[in-house]
């Protein structure tokens, strides 16, 4: 059985921190791309951040640069995105997804390149 969970959202006001939790059963998440996408009510899904295999090297999108940060945490077999700093229009549902070629880099310019999603946790982001 092959499944990603996030965990970790909630209600946070402005400001504060938050540490959302991208969990695999069936497979493991070291030897692939790992992204974290979010989407809010009416807009697009948009990258986040992501983590390559091959590597290790990150992105992020340029709205959450110097406030969230990505990371493996390979013996729990997750990944998580530690969001800081937290702004109202930070408020969204959020994804993480493995990419399972075995190409290794990953992207945040698209949800194409993955091919295996979780079922997304709300953060909501208000005082």
């Known amino acids: 059985q092959l499944r990603l969970v996030e965990s970790g959202g909630g209600l946070v006001q402005p400001g504060g921190s938050r540490r959302l939790s991208c969990a695999a059963s069936?497979?493991?998440?070291?030897?692939?791309?790992i992204g974290w996408f979010r989407q809010a009510p009416g807009k697009e899904r948009e990258g986040v951040s992501c983590?390559?295999?091959?590597?290790?090297?990150?992105f992020y999108a340029n709205s959450v640069k110097g406030r969230f940060t990505i990371s493996r945490d390979n013996a729990k077999n997750t990944v998580s995105l530690q969001m800081n700093s937290l702004k109202p229009e930070d408020t969204a549902v959020y994804y993480c997804?493995?990419?399972?070629?075995?190409?290794?880099?990953?992207?945040?310019?698209?949800?194409?390149?993955?091919?295996?999603w979780g079922q997304g946790t709300q953060v909501t982001v208000s005082s």
């Open positions: 997804a493995a990419d399972f070629r075995p190409i290794g880099s990953c992207t945040i310019a698209g949800p194409r390149p993955y091919n295996y």
């Open positions: 069936g497979f493991r998440l070291g030897v692939y791309a």
């Open positions: 983590i390559s295999s091959s590597d290790g090297i990150t």
